[in-house]
């Protein structure tokens, strides 16, 4: 009998859907009757912190400003691109289901697939593709008023 095995980038990533899946419950509940764009700066703050204290726990630190400009760049670029994700997620929890915001969210791995494609040159197999149609084939369903 053969165990299954997994790469362990899927289970970083499995561990990361399950994450972002409390994010969003988590987020909901959190949100109510506050404004989103506070509820996001407040997120964001706790985060920078528990980050802070994981990465000097983890013996990681080292000094961010010795890094690469090119890293710098993009860094921010990902940072401001996060911000604005935010924005926008917490404010469709605000004033829609969490059970509908959060897979249409999820549009981000088409978009992921076809940036992928075209600024990094990978290529997703056939069988790949038909798993990113089915994700936007399932978010076109959602979004469809009965």
Do not use: H
């Not at 165990?3 to 399950?18: C, G, K, N, R």
């Not at 700066?41 to 090119?70: D, E, Q």
């Not at 691109?81 to 549009?107: E, H, M, N």
């Amino acid at each position: 009998m053969t165990s299954l095995q997994f790469p362990t980038w899927f289970i970083w990533a499995l561990l990361s859907a399950f994450f972002a899946a409390g994010t969003a419950i988590f987020a909901k509940i959190g949100i109510q009757n506050v404004d989103s764009d506070l509820a996001t700066l407040v997120r964001t703050f706790i985060i920078f912190f528990v980050l802070t204290a994981y990465i000097a726990a983890m013996g990681k630190w080292s000094n961010p400003f010795l890094l690469p400009r090119k890293t710098w760049l993009f860094l921010t670029l990902s940072a401001l691109a996060t911000g604005a994700s935010w924005v926008c997620y917490f404010r469709a929890l605000q004033i829609g289901d969490a059970s509908k915001v959060a897979p249409v969210d999820k549009a981000s791995v088409i978009l992921v697939a076809l940036f992928a494609f075209i600024f990094l040159g990978e290529r997703p197999s056939l069988r790949e593709w038909s798993g990113i149609v089915c994700v936007a084939t399932g978010i076109i369903i959602l979004a469809i008023k009965k």
